[in-house]
Structures are given as structure tokens and as C-alpha cells.
């Protein structure tokens, strides 16, 4: 009986252990998620992760990029709202055909569904991953943080290109684009490309 009684002890503490480090797992989650987009506007300045890197934007002003007109790429576009926030948010087309040294503008569309402001900041992502050097965007609404009236709508553009040295293996590049709400983080900016071009409608 005594032995039973240990095991039973051992068995709960071992469970209240296994319940622990799942808490602070879901905690680290969650942290990692709310800093993720502030270092993610870091780490893109330096690497061009999200298509804007001000030195390639400088040398391709330079040199102008053929235009491959022998060739298409698929370019589709994905959307999420983190922790199922009150936005609709979604592109007005779900995918084009795009060759490879042209410059295109797509529009998203975005809806505060909350009666109360909010600030939000996409995270851009591309795939496959071999696809994300070779992905140029001159304007985009996931460059800074927009602002949301209560209620507002908004038409926010991306104008991109995708690299002629894209892999000729790649006929497919997908854009995905999180939408955080990061209200809490930061006050709304003064100005954003979004606003500028909000649909009068």
C-alpha cells in the first residue's frame, strides 16, 4: 500500500511538472508572437524578408530589369488575421499571372469590425522559401503599421516584381500576409499609403 501511495505521489508530481512546462510553452508562444513584429520590421530592413531592402531598391533604380516576357509566374495571395481579431481582411484577387521583371499593383482590403480604433501591422512571408530573395516590392501596406478608425474600411495596394533570377524550377510564388493588432504597442502613425487611397465608396 505504501508503495502504491509513493507511486500515486510520483504520478502527480511528475503530471504537475508536465502541466507546468505546458503553460509556460503557450506563454512563450504567445510572447513570441507580440514580439514578432517588431523584430520582424528589423530583420526585414537588413534582409529584404518582406521584398524591401533599401540597397537592392537603390541598384535596381540603377540598372532597370528586363522585362522576361517568355516567361509567367504564378503569383497567389493568402491571407489570416492573428487570434481571429475583428477585421475581414483579404485580397481582391486570389491569384495573377505576372512575368518576371514587371511591376504590378494588387489591392487588399481591410475592415475594422470593432466600434473602437485600432492599429494594425501585417507580416508578409513568401513561398517557397527560395522564392523570397527574388520577390522586389516598391510600395506596400506591410511596410508600416495602419491605422483603424472604428468601423473604417480601407483599400490598401502592394506593388511588386518578381525577379528574373527566380529558380527556373519556380512557376508558383505565394504572398501571405498576417495582420496583427498592435494597438497596445504603438500610437497610429500620422500618414499611411492605405489611407492615401481609400476607396471613396
Same mark, same amino acid.
Given at each position: #500500500?505504501?508503495?502504491?501511495?509513493?507511486?500515486?505521489?510520483?504520478?502527480?508530481?511528475?503530471?504537475?511538472? =508536465?502541466?507546468? &512546462?505546458?503553460?509556460?510553452?503557450? +506563454?512563450? #508562444? $504567445? %510572447? $513570441?508572437?507580440?514580439?514578432?513584429?517588431?523584430?520582424?520590421?528589423?530583420?526585414?530592413?537588413? +534582409?529584404?524578408?518582406?521584398?524591401?531592402?533599401?540597397?537592392?531598391?537603390?541598384?535596381?533604380?540603377?540598372?532597370? *530589369?528586363?522585362?522576361?516576357?517568355?516567361?509567367?509566374?504564378?503569383?497567389?495571395?493568402? +491571407? =489570416?488575421?492573428?487570434? %481571429?481579431?475583428?477585421?475581414?481582411?483579404?485580397?481582391?484577387?486570389?491569384?495573377?499571372?505576372?512575368?518576371?521583371?514587371?511591376?504590378?499593383? *494588387?489591392?487588399?482590403?481591410?475592415?475594422?469590425?470593432?466600434?473602437?480604433?485600432?492599429?494594425?501591422?501585417?507580416?508578409?512571408?513568401?513561398?517557397?522559401?527560395?522564392?523570397?530573395?527574388?520577390?522586389?516590392? =516598391?510600395?506596400?501596406?506591410? $511596410? @508600416?503599421?495602419?491605422?483603424?478608425?472604428?468601423?473604417?474600411?480601407?483599400? #490598401?495596394?502592394?506593388?511588386?516584381?518578381?525577379?528574373?533570377?527566380?529558380?527556373?524550377?519556380?512557376? =508558383?510564388?505565394? $504572398?501571405?500576409?498576417?495582420?496583427?493588432?498592435?494597438?497596445? &504597442?504603438?500610437?497610429?502613425?500620422?500618414?499611411?499609403?492605405?489611407?492615401?487611397?481609400?476607396?471613396? @465608396?
Amino acid at each position: #500500500m505504501e508503495q502504491d501511495r509513493e507511486g500515486h505521489r510520483g504520478t502527480a508530481k511528475a503530471s504537475r511538472r =508536465t502541466a507546468w &512546462k505546458l503553460a509556460g510553452v503557450v +506563454t512563450a #508562444m $504567445f %510572447g $513570441f508572437g507580440f514580439a514578432m513584429v517588431p523584430l520582424y520590421g528589423a530583420i526585414c530592413q537588413i +534582409t529584404g524578408l518582406n521584398g524591401r531592402n533599401s540597397a537592392l531598391q537603390a541598384a535596381a533604380s540603377a540598372a532597370p *530589369v528586363q522585362v522576361d516576357l517568355s516567361r509567367t509566374v504564378k503569383v497567389q495571395f493568402l +491571407t =489570416t488575421v492573428n487570434g %481571429g481579431r475583428g477585421w475581414a481582411f483579404g485580397a481582391q484577387q486570389a491569384q495573377i499571372d505576372a512575368h518576371p521583371g514587371q511591376y504590378y499593383t *494588387v489591392y487588399f482590403d481591410a475592415h475594422n469590425l470593432q466600434d473602437a480604433p485600432v492599429v494594425g501591422q501585417a507580416v508578409f512571408s513568401a513561398a517557397p522559401w527560395s522564392a523570397a530573395a527574388h520577390v522586389h516590392k =516598391t510600395e506596400c501596406f506591410c $511596410f @508600416s503599421r495602419q491605422a483603424f478608425a472604428a468601423a473604417e474600411d480601407k483599400r #490598401m495596394p502592394v506593388r511588386f516584381m518578381i525577379d528574373p533570377q527566380l529558380p527556373a524550377d519556380v512557376d =508558383t510564388v505565394s $504572398f501571405s500576409y498576417t495582420l496583427f493588432d498592435v494597438t497596445q &504597442k504603438a500610437p497610429a502613425p500620422q500618414a499611411s499609403v492605405a489611407q492615401s487611397i481609400s476607396p471613396q @465608396s
